[in-house]
């Protein structure tokens, strides 16, 4: 995306920088497991929580947000729309840990998420009005748009620009949607995204820190290349 919408570089490095040092001295010391090589994309599964019309909302999305290029695939070919859904499909996006009795009045952005729905009520409200503003402005949904069609209403999404009728408060739809995106791109594969680790190879992480720990000391501040290891690899 351009320099001042999603700069994809930009994206990528502020989700991940200072994660792997924050944790690597909590971690006990591992069995001795051996990476095991890249298995090839699994075939698309079924949506467990997305309908069609929503995936096709989502696909467009992570596609826009992570293009392919020489760095990666692009971020459905990722499994990001396969991690979104099997996340609202869960606990977490039934709300199970969330607060949900009230009193529902807004709130300032420093209090967090104030809304009387779950995660998955958000995405389901929020990608339909999306696609509403969208046909209402351009005619048709969100992923029949262009690519600058795209990005400008997804910068306004940010903004809070967008009014989606019934008040639901678009700038804390997409605050969502950004961060799903992210953690999919950079969560163990076991969730779905990351697909072959592509998003460590990326940035260099080495994966289940745990069992690089007796190498924190000794490479920092230096290049550390290492084949990343996941959960999957390591059971």
């Known amino acids: 995306m351009k320099e001042d919408g999603f700069d994809r570089r930009s994206f990528l490095k502020g989700a991940v920088v200072g994660g792997a040092a924050a944790v690597a001295s909590s971690l006990p010391k591992p069995s001795e497991a051996q990476p095991k090589a890249d298995a090839p994309p699994p075939p698309p599964a079924a949506y467990a929580f997305l309908n069609p019309e929503e995936a096709a909302f989502v696909e467009a999305v992570v596609d826009h947000m992570i293009p392919a290029d020489e ?12 991690f979104i859904d099997r996340s609202l499909a869960s606990g977490w996006g039934k709300g199970e840990r969330l607060y ?48 600058a069609e795209r990005e400008a209403f ?3 999404l940010r ?8 008040g639901l408060p678009s700038r804390v739809f997409f605050a969502a949607l950004y961060q799903n995106v992210m953690e ?20 260099g992480f080495p994966g289940v820190i745990a069992v ?11 290049q550390y290349k290492v084949d990343p290891v996941s959960i999957q690899d390591m059971s």
């Not at 903004?159 to 019934?166: I, L, M, P, R, S």
């Open 71 to 82: 760095h990666s695939p692009k971020g459905s070919d990722l499994g990001l729309a396969v």
């Open 100 to 147: 949900l009795q009230g009193p529902w009045k807004a709130g300032a952005p420093n209090q967090g998420y104030q809304l009387p729905l779950t995660p998955a009520e958000l995405y389901r409200a929020g990608i339909a009005a999306s696609n509403a503003a969208c046909v209402k402005a351009h005619g048709k949904r969100f992923d029949k748009l262009g690519a």
């Open 154 to 156: 997804l910068m306004d």
């Open 159 to 166: 903004a809070g620009k967008v009014n989606f009728d019934g």
């Open 184 to 203: 999919g791109m950079f969560s163990d594969p076991i969730y779905g995204g990351n697909r072959n680790k592509a998003g460590w190879k990326m940035i």
């Open 212 to 222: 690089h720990y007796q190498n924190v000391e000794k490479f920092r501040d230096k």
